[in-house]
C-alpha cells in the first residue's frame, strides 16, 4: 500500500532530533530547545512591499532548524552545519553593526536588534541546519533570523508575538548585515500557517490567512530555482525604489499603494504632464497594477476559482519583465516553457535578474509542464533548473 503523504512539517520532529545531536557533538551539552522556520515563495504582489502595498506569500516545507541553549556569560557561539565554517565566536562587545561577519551576522545581528530593543539576552549556543536552498530568491536569510528570534524569544521569556519578531528580524538584516529588504520574508516565516498563503498589508502590517489548498482541487504550485543570479540585482533595486518615491512624490501621495487602480491611467497621464521619465511610469505602473493583482488573487481564492489564479501570475510576470525590467532570460524561459506546455499560470517570484520562478499546474499536468522546462533550459544550453513542489507549510515553530 502506498504510505500517505505526512503533510509539511511532520518531518521536522526527526531533522531535529538529528540537529540535537550535532549540537552535542558540537558543544558538549544538551541544547535547550530546537526551533524551525521556513523559507517562503511569494504567490503575487512583487516589488509592492517598499510602497506600502500588499504581497502573498506562503510558507515553505524547507526549514532552517536551530538547536539553542542559553549561556550566561555575554557569549554568542554560532554554527552552521551548512557552511565549512567553524564556530563563530561573538564577546559581549563583538557585535558591531556591519562588521562582516559572513553568514554569522544574521543570527548575530537578531541577539544585537533583541538587545537594542531593551531585551536581556546575556548568551547563547546556537547551531542551524536548513534545507532552504540559499539565494535562490527563496529567503533562505530571513529563516535564519526568525528562527534565531523565536529561539531566543522562548528561552528569554521576551514573550513578543510572532509579528514583532518579524520586525525586529528585518531590522537585524537592514541595519546589521546591511541589506534594504522589505518585511515580507520575515512575515512570511514568522506568521504564515499551513494550508495559507499570508495577506499582509506592508503599511500597518495588518494580515489574514487566506485558504490555499491546492491539492483539494487537483492543483499543484511548482517552484523552479533556475539556480542563476545576475550581478544587476542591488542597483536595480535602488533605481526602482528611487523611481517609486519619485513617482509616488509627483503624485502626491504618501506611497504607491495610495493610487487607487481605477485612476492608473489618469495618474499616468499625470506623471508625463510632470516630466516624469517612461521608467517612472513603468515602475508606477507595475507597483499599482500588481497591489491590484494581489487583491483580485485573494478574491479567486476566497471563491474557490483557483485555476483563474493563473493568468494573473502570467500577467504579473509579463508587468516585471517588461514595466519593471527585473526578469532574465532564464525566468522568462520558465514562463513561456511552463505555459506552452499548458500550465495554468506562471511568474518570477523575488527579487528578480536569476533565482526562482513559480508555475501553477493541474497535478496531472506536473510532470509534463517540469519535463517541458528542463527540455527548454536544455536547449538552450542553460544549468538544469531544481524543480519542486512548494505545499503551504507553517510558519515559525518550536519543534522539540
Ligand atoms: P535568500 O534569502 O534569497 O536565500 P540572501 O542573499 O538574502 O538570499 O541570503 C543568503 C545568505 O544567507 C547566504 O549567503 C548566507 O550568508 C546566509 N544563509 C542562509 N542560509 C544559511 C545557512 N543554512 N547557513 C549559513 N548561512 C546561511
Ligand atoms: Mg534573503
Not at 562588521?99 to 538587545?115: F, I, K, M, N, Q
Not at 492543483?219 to 530555482?225: A, I, P, S
Request: net charge negative; charged share 20%.
Amino acid at each position: 500500500a502506498e504510505v500517505a503523504d505526512p503533510g509539511p512539517g511532520s518531518g521536522d520532529a526527526i531533522a531535529a532530533r538529528r540537529v540535537a545531536e550535532e549540537f552535542r557533538e558540537l558543544y558538549g551539552a544538551d541544547p535547550d530547545g530546537v526551533w524551525a522556520a521556513p523559507g517562503r515563495v511569494n504567490l503575487i504582489g512583487e516589488y509592492t512591499d517598499f510602497n506600502d502595498g500588499f504581497v502573498l506569500p506562503l510558507a515553505l516545507p524547507h526549514t532552517a532548524l536551530a538547536a539553542v541553549a542559553r549561556r550566561a556569560d555575554g557569549v554568542l557561539r554560532l554554527h552552521s552545519a551548512d557552511v565549512s565554517q567553524g564556530v563563530v565566536e561573538l564577546g559581549p562587545d563583538g557585535l558591531v553593526p556591519g562588521s562582516g561577519t559572513g553568514w554569522a551576522a544574521y543570527p548575530a545581528g537578531v541577539v544585537h536588534v533583541l538587545r537594542g530593543a531593551g531585551h536581556e539576552i546575556p548568551g547563547a549556543d546556537i547551531h542551524l541546519s536548513s534545507t532552504v536552498p540559499t539565494g535562490a530568491g527563496l529567503s533562505s536569510s530571513a529563516a535564519l533570523e526568525v528562527v534565531t528570534a523565536l529561539a531566543l524569544n522562548d528561552l528569554y521569556g521576551l514573550g513578543l508575538p510572532h509579528a514583532e519578531l518579524a520586525v525586529l528580524a528585518q531590522r537585524a538584516e537592514n541595519e546589521f548585515v546591511g541589506v534594504p529588504c522589505g518585511i515580507m520574508d520575515q512575515m512570511a516565516s514568522a506568521c504564515a500557517t499551513a494550508g495559507h498563503a499570508l495577506y499582509l498589508d506592508t503599511r500597518d502590517l495588518g494580515r489574514r490567512q487566506v485558504p490555499f489548498d491546492l491539492a483539494g482541487h487537483g492543483l499543484r504550485l511548482l517552484v523552479v530555482d533556475t539556480r542563476v543570479k545576475h550581478a544587476l540585482g542591488d542597483g536595480a533595486y535602488a533605481e526602482r525604489r528611487a523611481g517609486c518615491e519619485a513617482g509616488a512624490r509627483a503624485l502626491g501621495v504618501r506611497a504607491l499603494r495610495d493610487v487607487p487602480y481605477g485612476e492608473l491611467p489618469a495618474a499616468l497621464d499625470r506623471l508625463a504632464e510632470a516630466g516624469e521619465s517612461d521608467d517612472v511610469r513603468a515602475f508606477v505602473r507595475h507597483v499599482v497594477s500588481d497591489d491590484h493583482r494581489v487583491e483580485q488573487v485573494i478574491a479567486l481564492l476566497d471563491a474557490g476559482d483557483v485555476r483563474a489564479v493563473g493568468p494573473v501570475l502570467t500577467e504579473g510576470h509579463a508587468s516585471l519583465r517588461d514595466d519593471l525590467r527585473v526578469s532574465c532570460p532564464e525566468l522568462d524561459l520558465v514562463v513561456s516553457a511552463a505555459t506552452a506546455a499548458g500550465a495554468l499560470g506562471a511568474r518570477m517570484t523575488g527579487g528578480g535578474f536569476g533565482g526562482s520562478a513559480i508555475v501553477l499546474v493541474e497535478e496531472t499536468e506536473a510532470a509534463a509542464v517540469t519535463k517541458s522546462v528542463e527540455e527548454a533550459f536544455a536547449a538552450a544550453g542553460y544549468t538544469a533548473p531544481r524543480v519542486f513542489p512548494a505545499t503551504a507549510s507553517r510558519g515559525a515553530h518550536r519543534v522539540l
